[in-house]
């Protein structure tokens, strides 16, 4: 069966540290990859998607992801964070065969100021 | 605003009555889709459409779920015979369809509570 895993539930990061969020997806042909953000009262806003093409895939508010076919990972990354930058992060999969998205249960990320 | 839709945004029930929501796709969007979001989890697909087409429905929708998407544009959702286990966060989006699997835009979703 399909499934996205997101081993951290919460983690908190100094303002300005690095981050990184980790994402490990079920064995697919062909996933289709997504990163989404969901800040309290706001609706999911995607973040960054691969489909194909180069594996390190830019995003928007200066987030990255890498795609490792071999680790069946999927990985957010930003060098700098920004107080702004707390909410839950939810990476996601779906497959060309069908329509729907498979969430992972989410990553909550606190700043530290 | 071009983006999804939804309403209501809260809705408070009491066990064993119907609700029902609503959801606006963006224009010209083909395909919709309804999720729902139980606090501290991911969504979970539960049905989406092509046009007016249902195409596809989870096993989490029970016989008391329904939807609806008449003319390819809105789509409802209802749910018959509240339980305490439906409150969560229904939440709706769309796509354009075109192709393979594509962007979904989500709405802010409706907040269900059964009390």
């Known amino acids: 069966a399909q499934s996205v895993t997101q081993p951290d539930i919460h983690i908190t990061v100094s303002e300005g540290a690095s981050l990184e969020l980790r994402c490990n997806y079920s064995?697919?042909?062909?996933?289709?990859l997504f990163w989404y953000v969901q800040s309290p009262g706001q609706g999911l806003q995607l973040l960054l998607k691969?489909?194909?093409?180069?594996?390190l895939v830019q995003g928007i508010k200066g987030f990255e992801a890498e795609f490792k076919r071999s680790q069946s990972s999927f990985n957010l990354r930003k060098p700098s964070v920004h107080w702004s930058d707390a909410a839950e992060y939810f990476c996601?999969?779906?497959?060309?065969?069908?329509?729907?998205?498979?969430f992972g249960s989410g990553t909550r990320l606190s700043i530290r100021p | 605003d071009t983006g999804v839709s939804q309403d209501p945004r809260h809705k408070i029930t009491k066990r064993g009555q119907n609700v029902t929501f609503r959801c606006d796709p963006i224009?010209?969007?083909?395909?919709l889709y309804w999720y729902r979001q139980t606090l501290g989890q991911g969504p979970e697909f539960l049905t989406y459409?092509?046009?007016?087409?249902?195409?596809?429905k989870s096993r989490l929708l029970s016989d008391r779920f329904s939807a609806e998407r008449p003319k390819g544009s809105f789509s409802t959702l209802e749910i018959q015979r509240t339980e305490q286990g439906d409150s969560a966060m229904y939440l709706c989006?769309?796509?354009?369809?075109?192709?393979?699997?594509?962007?979904?835009?989500f709405g802010p979703g409706t907040r269900l509570t059964v009390l």
């Open positions: 989006a769309s796509s354009t369809g075109q192709g393979g699997l594509n962007e979904q835009f």
């Open positions: 459409f092509q046009n007016e087409a249902q195409l596809e």
């Open positions: 996601a999969v779906g497959y060309s065969s069908a329509s729907k998205i498979i």
């Open positions: 691969y489909f194909s093409g180069d594996t």
């Open positions: 064995y697919g042909a062909t996933p289709y």
């Open positions: 224009s010209e969007h083909n395909r």
